[in-house]
């Protein structure tokens, strides 16, 4: 049950900054609600992941996932630059959480 915790915290930490991206700065009132509340059920359900899975190991798996999957709507949504450079970066958190999991913690 922890590990689908986690994974609505990240989708909600996805939706939340997404919807702070399209708040303009917290002007639009419904997205901002949103912004407020994907953020809030986020890391009510990281802090429900927490009790059983390791702190690296969740804390790396909800921000690369996060990052990675909210960097991708930066690209096609927001048509956001890319560039090899952010690619290989993207590509080195990956590879760091990966690490993390392999390090030996048991799950």
């Known amino acids: 049950m922890e590990w ?3 994974i609505l915290a ?10 702070m991206k399209v708040s303009y700065g917290f002007t639009k009132i419904l997205p901002t609600i ?15 992941a927490l009790k059983k ?4 190991v969740a804390y790396a798996i909800w921000s690369a996932a996060g990052l990675v999957i909210l960097s991708t709507i930066g690209i ?5 630059s890319i560039s090899v450079l ?9 590879l760091g959480v990966i690490g ?4 030996g ?3």
């Open 53 to 56: 899975i390791d702190i690296s």
């Open 86 to 94: 952010k690619v290989v970066s993207l590509a080195f958190i990956v």
């Open 76 to 80: 096609f949504v927001f048509k956001e």
């Open 34 to 48: 949103g912004t407020f509340l994907g953020y809030i059920i986020c890391f009510i359900c990281l802090s429900m």
């Open 4 to 6: 689908i915790y986690l």
């Open 100 to 103: 993390l999991n392999l390090s």
């Open 10 to 19: 990240i989708l909600f930490e996805i939706a939340g900054t997404t919807l």
């Open 105 to 107: 913690v048991s799950h």
